[in-house]
């Protein structure tokens, strides 16, 4: 990665964000940083988790973080729209004055649409920014996003790439499941956006999959689970890390699985299952209503086969509470 040689430091308090930039040339500044030309062949790939790049972040920061959280959290829509993002801003303000970095993607995105605060994208680029100087691996996947929707840069795809890609290198999970997905292919179409390196996109998405990203594990899954032929064992792999994208978040995957068993597929061996199948829609409905919804407990309430599933008395919200807590 370049080095920027803006002297505004490690910019954390978007006051200081704004002052300190002020010091900088244009060139300077992370987001027109040097970048690597986006390799959709390159030969290897070598997994990183973003947890190890990462700052700390304090139990007095992650308070603020979570008391924002909990006034945007989704279910407060589900009836009429009680979501406080102006409280929000300024509790995500004070935790990214306190090292939150994810409170601090979360301003950003604030500023970005212009929720609880006056728009203003230029603002939300600065505090991506100030997080790219301390090295956060999701602030550069963020600015490949910026780049490709011209949200205050100048658009340009194919930075946009070179951002997600080392962001990839980096250790963002976001980023590989991204591009993990556009390489496992078996052939180049770059007008769709795919390329054929199959190995390296496997890698990615294994990678983005072993931190617990949901959309990885999903696009991994669906990767190994519709290739023909391959043995029983290979399938319940599939089916496993399908499942764990549930868990981790995905309602793509739980509603695939529900589709699945309603049928006889290599993937559920065969076997019709429509009580499974009513469970997942049901979390399907779930984590679409809360993207931000995680189900850690999901064996306990909808193991996989061969295991018999436990009672549930229908309620959907038994059985989310149950997915989040514990038996039903």
Avoid at 67 to 89: F, H, L, P, Q
Avoid at 101 to 107: E, H, P, Q, R, V
Avoid at 259 to 265: G, Q
């Amino acid at each position: 990665m370049a080095t920027v040689t803006c002297n505004a430091g490690i910019l954390l308090s978007l006051a200081a964000m704004l002052i300190g930039a002020a010091g900088c040339t244009l060139s300077s500044l992370p987001r027109n940083m040097n970048l690597k030309a986006f390799d959709p062949h390159r030969a290897d790939f070598t997994c990183k988790y973003e947890a190890d790049a990462n700052p700390p972040i304090t139990a007095e920061a992650d308070a603020l973080f979570q008391e924002g959280m909990a006034v945007t959290r989704y279910e407060r829509s589900w009836t009429e729209d009680k979501r406080d993002y102006a409280k929000a801003a300024v509790l995500w303000k004070k935790a990214a004055d306190l090292g939150h970095w994810k409170a601090a993607l979360n301003l950003a995105g604030l500023y970005e649409q212009g929720l609880g605060v006056e728009q203003d994208t230029e603002k939300a680029v600065l505090i991506v920014e100030g997080l790219m100087k301390q090295g956060v691996p999701a602030a550069f996947d963020k600015m490949g996003t910026y780049h490709q929707r011209s949200i205050g840069v100048k658009g340009d795809t194919s930075r946009a790439y070179g951002f997600w890609q080392l962001a990839a290198d980096m250790g963002s999970a976001d980023a590989q499941a991204f591009l993990g997905e556009k390489l496992d292919a078996t052939y180049d179409n770059p007008s769709q956006g795919f390329w054929g390196n199959e190995k390296v996109g496997l890698k990615m998405l294994e990678c983005s999959y072993a931190q617990a990203n949901g959309d990885g594990a999903f696009k991994l899954g669906m990767s190994l689970g519709l290739m023909p032929g391959q043995a029983a064992s290979y399938y319940a792999r599939a089916l496993n890390i399908l499942h764990d994208a549930v868990k981790f978040g995905s309602s793509q995957s739980a509603g695939y699985l529900s589709a699945t068993f309603r049928d006889a597929e290599p993937l559920n061996a065969y076997t019709i299952d429509t009580a499974r199948a009513d469970r997942y829609r049901e979390l399907r409905a779930a984590l679409e209503r809360n993207p931000d919804l995680r189900l850690p407990n999901l064996d306990k309430v909808l193991p996989l086969p061969p295991a018999e599933l436990p009672m549930w008395d229908g309620d959907p919200q038994t059985l989310i509470d149950a997915a989040k807590r514990g038996p039903m």
